[in-house]
């Protein structure tokens, strides 16, 4: 039994199937790398996973149970993550509230959850942005807030969606350091991005996509050369 | 000077305590009295709305279940109008949870209609049931006390009671997740909350608290009928006002709200107390329209939110700062 599996995962809005016959698994400790061109469904396996919408076929399995069927906040509790593209902070909170609330997931004592907010930004390296309230940060930390919020849930598997994008070089670079970091501390992650130096650079294995259905996969040079991909991205010569 | 929240707080509780030893009018005791219950009103509904982000119309719902089960005790069981005290609170309660389980399956504004229109289903099942209600003829008990006093001080402990609990809850889990909800649900269900399930809640304590001043009103006006306890203006409406005025999102806002808009009230209905022509008191409605016309437009965040804008206006030592979106809706 796969620690993290989707199988013959299907999602239509009608008569647009956004995600198609998609199965994959994922090992712990893991991290792969959910790519593809946009509308291409990335953030719609997301959505399914974290159940903002419910799946139309297939099942989705975590650590040995099906988690399809269960609420998002349940789907939290079991041990799954994540961030969104567009970032949801807390705005009339500040950052360390925004943290101490995730972690009010695992207790339901004040100061534990305080300590276990501060210890996580620490992680994050936003211990210096305790006070600030989390309408007054800038989009970079606002993407890390997603990230220290998510953590703070004490998740087995985190899913990041487009956490990178709209950074800076230099922030991506730290980026890049803060994600192998949580990858060391135990976590598998699941990664959707479009900075491709990213993904082929943090990534055990990639998955893309196009059309909702599974074009390649493989190591980060095997997709990078395959032929469909390629296509994908760039269009036939 | 630092701040201390718990002196504020005994301080003004000091105050308030002494208040009817010193004064022996009825009129001034009377006024405070239905200001403390508004106390009790305005912060329930802050929880849900102000805090929780579920802005509610039909807090007279439960008002008004907590009026009707003290005077029903009376009219039916033939008991003491008392035993609504201990009634009131949780069948306002179940209420609650009843319009929970319909309501909060909507969002925004399909929320807001939502209780609108359940509030007026209970107004009008409380006018045509009458085997239980009496219908537009009313309850009508007598009063257990003549002096005001054990009435005041009964309404000074539920309104503390009140305030107290709340400021406990909002220091929470239980605080936190209402305001996670309140500023992004999305985002509070992939942090591992129900939503529906802290909303209800959230729902609970404020009907409970709501339907506790609806038997204490029972009690101590003696006379209750279904236009006014289930009334959309005079309780819904008012009690949005009560906080909004104040400061929702705030711990004391609503408490402030709540003696600004009793004062307010009695102005207009009295005509200033005779001091401006007669006609005044019917405009009490535009004056209030107008008011929160204002309130919306210079202190979005209540006299409480905006206390520092205020400050700052009065003083002119500083340039005064734009209205700034703050812990209210």
Avoid at chain 2, 156 to 171: D, E, N, P
Avoid at chain 2, 206 to 227: C, H, K, Q, R, V
Avoid at chain 2, 242 to 269: D, Q, S
Wanted: charged share 15%; hydrophobic share 50%; net charge positive.
């Amino acid at each position: 039994m796969s620690f993290f599996q989707t199988k013959h995962l299907t999602k239509a809005f009608g008569g647009l199937i956004a995600v198609n016959d998609l199965s994959f698994e994922i090992e712990e400790g893991e991290i792969f790398g959910l790519i593809g061109p946009n509308g291409s469904g990335k953030t719609t396996v997301f959505n399914l996973i974290s159940a903002y919408y419910p799946i139309t076929s297939g099942a989705i399995h975590f650590r040995g149970r099906e988690i399809n069927g269960m609420p998002t906040w349940k789907i939290c509790k079991e041990g799954i993550g994540r961030t969104f593209q567009i970032v949801k902070p807390l705005r009339r909170m500040t950052v360390l509230e925004n943290v101490m609330t995730s972690a009010f997931c695992r207790t339901a004592n004040f100061g534990v959850a305080k300590d276990r907010a501060v210890e996580v930004l620490h992680f994050c390296e936003m211990e210096k942005k305790l006070d600030f309230s989390a309408r007054s940060l800038t989009i970079g930390d606002r993407k890390r807030l997603e990230i220290a919020r998510a953590l703070a849930t004490e998740p087995k598997l985190l899913l990041l969606d487009e956490t990178m994008a709209g950074l800076t070089p230099q922030e991506q670079a730290e980026g890049v350091l803060l994600i192998r970091k949580i990858r060391d501390s135990g976590i598998a992650i699941i990664i959707v991005e479009h900075i491709m130096q990213v993904i082929m650079n943090l990534c055990d294995r990639i998955l893309c996509i196009n059309y909702g259905q599974e074009i390649a996969r493989g190591t980060p040079p095997e997709v990078a050369n395959n032929q469909a991909v390629v296509e994908a991205y760039l269009g036939r010569d | 000077m630092k701040h201390r929240p718990a002196l504020t707080a005994l301080g003004v509780l000091a105050v308030l305590a002494i208040f009817p030893l010193v004064i022996s009018s009825d009129y001034y005791r009377h006024i405070v009295i239905i200001a403390l219950m508004w106390v009790v009103i305005g912060s329930s509904w802050n929880l849900l709305a102000g805090y929780t982000g579920q802005i509610s119309f039909g807090h007279a719902i439960f008002f008004g279940v907590g009026a009707y089960s003290a005077g029903i005790c009376t009219t039916k069981l033939g008991i003491s109008a008392w035993w609504g005290m201990l009634l009131g609170g949780p069948l306002a309660m179940l209420s609650g949870l009843l319009l929970g389980w319909i309501c909060f399956r909507l969002r925004g504004s399909y929320f807001n209609l939502a209780t609108l229109a359940i509030g007026e289903v209970f107004r009008q099942v409380a006018i045509f049931w009458r085997d239980l209600t009496d219908g537009m003829q009313g309850i009508l008990i007598i009063t257990t006390f003549r002096s005001k006093v054990i009435y005041y001080f009964l309404a000074l402990g539920l309104a503390a009671l009140c305030v107290f609990t709340i400021s406990r809850i909002m220091k929470s889990k239980w605080g936190f997740y209402f305001i996670a909800i309140r500023e992004d649900q999305d985002a509070a269900e992939a942090m591992g909350i129900s939503s529906f399930r802290y909303k209800s809640l959230s729902l609970a304590v404020s009907s409970f608290f709501t339907g506790l001043a609806g038997a204490f009103y029972m009690n101590y006006m003696g006379f209750i009928d279904p236009e006014v306890v289930f009334s959309l203006y005079f309780i819904s409406i008012m009690a949005i006002l009560v906080a909004i005025i104040g400061g929702a999102g705030t711990i004391w806002g609503p408490a402030v709200g709540a003696f600004i808009m009793v004062l307010l009230h009695e102005l207009f209905r009295s005509s200033f107390f005779g001091y401006a022509p007669k006609w005044v008191s019917s405009t009490h409605a535009l004056a209030f329209g107008l008011l929160v016309i204002l309130a919306i437009r210079f202190m979005a965040n209540g006299v409480v939110g905006d206390l520092p804008r205020i400050f700052n206006l009065w003083t002119r030592k500083e340039p005064i700062p734009p209205v700034e979106e703050g812990s209210g809706l």
